[in-house]
Structures are given as structure tokens and as C-alpha cells.
């Protein structure tokens, strides 16, 4: 057995999500708006309402075999909208218990670090949606996780190449308040200390606004960016971001120094004070989104499963991106000598750059005539030189080289070069053009 097969067997259900996320297969948006929220419990049931339907519940390595009856579409369909309703009505009940088992695993979990790190909740992170646009096939969650950490460096660096923000502007408002009122409850208590612990303001005295407000300035100042640090310019920052996220609409091109690319980047680079506020209003809002969004996209979920699943020896029914048949569903534009349709292949070439990064996570494996043939035409369509194919590899996967063989070693820094090679060009390249890429 193969690393494929084996982590093609680990991964068959995530694979499935992040080709349908990929796809935009699933309809996750609120109810008459446009705003799609994806939270771990929403996550959760979503996925068990559509594997628990899909899946033959005799044979977990395979899904039923109706599905793949073109005939049986509609009447699948039917059974699965009724599936998402159920499940709708049943969150919708839980929804109180919920909120209150949320509320008391946030105390415990994090209780500590809001009292003694107050700052971390000013952080921010990969929202549950980015890590799902994020994520590549057969990529392991320790090795996916090892990527997202070195971007997050990149990331903030982007944020805070734009200075001034209303988040900004706010933070700095409340700590100069916050700020001035702490400094005169300590000079009333420096001349007399019973005006810090018998007076009381609201029946509170001013010791107890002391330590909530040092908290809350500590958050505040976390959330202004450090004057002396150094800023550097919107694109480059992306540039370097992309090398680890792999991440670039076509839209962005040309305008990620704009204050809407920022907006739309700021929605999968959240605060962790708002995730776990979307968390919360999941609670809410949940139950709704599988009563009347995601029971709109039961077809095409079926159509999906129909239309993108293999059989492979050994492994069972997979994802047919996940086993990357480059020819079959590659997209041209990236490289790959493929007439697949547009609507057959992935976006953002999504399974191109999975090939790649398996390929660079486990040099071992033998990727067949298709992989070596994909290999090779990008090192002739970039030109790259004997030193660039040397020296332009992922800072992220410079371990892989360290510690593969030598008689491997030379391909593999030329297929991640490539890839190098592919995010810097199309990063750059002209935004007016037609075919430019979603990367």
C-alpha cells in the first residue's frame, strides 16, 4: 500500500469536504443574506447529516451504492433535504443546552488565559472557513498545521501593513478613556487609599473597575500595531503570504493594497474574540441554515458524490481529486496537459498544488507516468535555471530536504521550485488579463 492509499483511507471524508467547499457545493449562508458562517458545531453536523446519508452504513470505505445511480438522483435528494431539516429541528430544541455547554467550556478552557493573558483573545487566527479553503488534498492535519503556523507571521504582516482601520481607531479611543480613568482612581488612592476600597460606584469599588480595566487596556493595546515595528507594503506582504497559503482569488489581483481586499482577507483571518462570537451565534443561527439553506444544495451534493467518487483497489470509494488524475480533471492554466472541462476541475488549482505538496511531504512516493510527466513539463514551462531550482524551494518544507535521500532530493527541490516558481509568476501577473488564475 501506498502513502496515497494510506492517507487517501485517513482522510476520505475530509477529502470529500474540502473538494465541496472547493466547488462551493455547500450552501452554508444565512437565510436572506449572503454572509456564510462556518463554526466547529455547524462543521460537525453538517458533516455526519451528509456521510451518516451517503455513506453505506455496512461498508464505511464505501459509499452507497445508489448514489451513484444517475436515476436515483432526485429520490436521494429528496431524502437528504428531509435529513437536513430533521437535523435543523433537532439543534433547534438543543439550541439552549448548547449554548450553555459552549459557554461553560469557554470558562474552563480559556478562563485562565483571559485572566492572565488577556491579549490572546486580541489575536487573530484562520477562521474554521479559511482552514477548510486552506486546506489541500491528502494533507495530513499535523502537516496542515505546520503550514498555517509559518503563515501566520505573513499574515499579520499584511493586517498591519494597513495601519489605520476603524479597529484601530477604536482600540486607540477606549485605551486612552480606559487609560485616563485608571491613572485617577490611582491618584485618589495614592492621597487616600480608602477611596480605592470603601468608596463604591454602581456598587463597585474602584479597585474592581482597576482590574477590569487593566484587562481590557491590555486587549486594547494588543490591538494597535507597535509604532516602531516595520511596515511593509501590502503586496509584497501577500507575496510572501501566498508562498504558504496558497491562497489568492483572482479578485485580489492588483488590489490587495485596497481597503475591500483587506475586508474580504479579514473574514478568513478572524480575531479569536469573533470566532467564538460566530460560535455562539451559530447557536442561533444554525438550525436555520440546515432548515432552509443547505437543503437547496441536496442535489448538487448528490450530483457531486456521483459525479467525483472513485473506486480504488484497497482503499475503498474515494474523492476522485484526492487520488490526483492530473489528466482527467487538471486544469491547463496550470500547467497540466489536460481538455478537461472548467467545470470538472478544481479552483484555484486546487489539486495541482495537492500534488505538488504530497509530493514534497513524501519524496518516496512514486507519483506514476501521469505525476512524472506533470513534473517535468513544469520545469521546462518556467525556464528555471540550475541555481534557481537549487535555492527557490519552500522555506516550510526545507526539513523534507534535510532529510531525503540524495537520489531523490534533486527532483523534488525541482517540483516545489516549480510550484515556487508558479505562486511568484501568477502572483505578479498582469490583472487586466483574461486567463489570469485564482490561486
Known amino acids: 500500500m501506498t502513502p496515497l492509499d494510506l492517507v487517501n483511507r485517513i482522510m476520505r471524508k475530509d477529502n470529500y469536504l474540502i473538494a465541496m467547499i472547493n466547488k462551493d457545493v455547500l450552501k452554508m449562508n444565512i437565510p436572506m443574506s449572503h454572509h456564510v458562517i462556518v463554526t466547529k458545531i455547524l462543521e460537525w453536523t453538517v458533516s455526519s447529516t451528509i456521510f451518516g446519508f451517503v455513506f453505506d452504513p455496512m461498508n464505511q470505505d464505501g459509499i ?3 448514489v451513484k445511480d444517475p436515476n ?3 429520490e436521494l435528494a429528496e431524502g437528504l433535504r428531509k435529513r437536513f431539516k430533521i437535523m435543523g429541528l433537532i439543534t433547534l430544541v438543543l ?9 461553560i467550556y469557554f470558562l ?19 477562521s474554521p472557513l479559511a482552514r477548510w479553503k486552506l486546506r489541500e488534498f491528502n494533507e495530513l492535519p499535523h502537516i496542515f498545521q505546520r503550514r498555517l503556523n509559518a503563515s501566520y507571521q505573513f499574515a499579520d504582516q499584511y493586517v498591519n ?3 489605520i482601520n476603524l479597529v484601530t481607531i477604536f482600540a486607540r479611543f477606549l485605551a486612552f478613556v480606559i ?6 482612581f490611582l491618584a485618589l488612592g495614592f492621597f487616600d487609599e480608602d477611596v480605592l476600597f470603601k468608596m463604591e460606584i454602581w456598587q463597585k469599588t474602584p479597585i474592581w473597575f482597576i482590574g477590569v480595566g487593566g484587562t481590557i487596556l491590555a486587549a486594547c493595546r494588543s490591538l494597535i500595531p507597535d509604532e516602531n515595528s516595520q511596515i ?3 503586496e509584497k506582504a501577500m507575496e510572501n503570504l501566498v508562498q504558504f497559503s496558497h491562497y489568492f482569488p483572482s479578485a485580489w489581483r492588483g488590489k490587495v493594497h485596497t481597503l475591500k481586499v483587506l475586508g474580504e482577507f479579514t473574514q478568513l483571518f478572524e480575531y479569536k474574540a469573533t470566532i467564538f462570537a460566530m460560535e455562539m451565534m451559530s447557536v442561533l443561527f444554525g438550525p436555520f441554515i440546515l432548515l432552509y439553506s443547505l437543503p437547496k444544495c441536496a442535489d448538487a451534493i448528490i450530483a457531486f458524490f456521483r459525479d467525483f467518487t472513485v473506486n480504488e483497489p484497497g482503499v475503498g470509494d474515494v474523492c476522485v481529486f484526492a487520488v490526483f488524475p492530473l489528466e482527467e480533471f487538471g486544469n491547463p492554466k496550470y500547467g497540466v496537459q489536460s481538455n478537461c472541462l472548467k467545470s470538472r476541475s478544481t479552483r484555484q488549482g486546487k489539486m495541482e498544488k495537492s500534488f505538488l505538496s504530497f ?7 512514486n507519483p506514476g507516468a501521469q505525476g512524472e510527466k506533470y513534473l517535468a513539463s513544469l520545469g521546462h514551462s518556467f525556464h528555471l535555471e540550475k541555481d534557481d531550482m537549487l535555492t527557490s524551494v519552500f522555506n516550510l518544507n526545507d526539513h523534507v530536504m534535510k532529510s531525503s535521500p540524495s537520489s531523490s532530493r534533486k527532483n523534488l527541490r525541482e517540483s516545489i521550485a516549480s510550484l515556487h516558481k508558479l505562486h511568484k509568476q501568477f502572483y505578479r501577473s498582469n490583472p487586466d488579463q483574461d486567463d489570469h488564475l485564482d490561486f
Open 64 to 66: 452507497n451504492p445508489h
Open 72 to 74: 436515483k438522483t432526485r
Open 95 to 103: 439550541s439552549p443546552f448548547i449554548f450553555i455547554f459552549l459557554l
Open 108 to 126: 474552563f478552557q480559556y478562563g485562565e488565559q483571559l485572566r492572565s493573558r488577556p491579549t490572546t483573545f486580541a489575536t487573530r487566527q484562520w
Open 161 to 163: 501593513s494597513f495601519p
Open 179 to 184: 487609560g485616563s480613568l485608571l491613572i485617577l
Open 232 to 234: 511593509i507594503e501590502p
Open 359 to 365: 509530493k514534497a511531504n513524501y519524496p518516496e512516493w
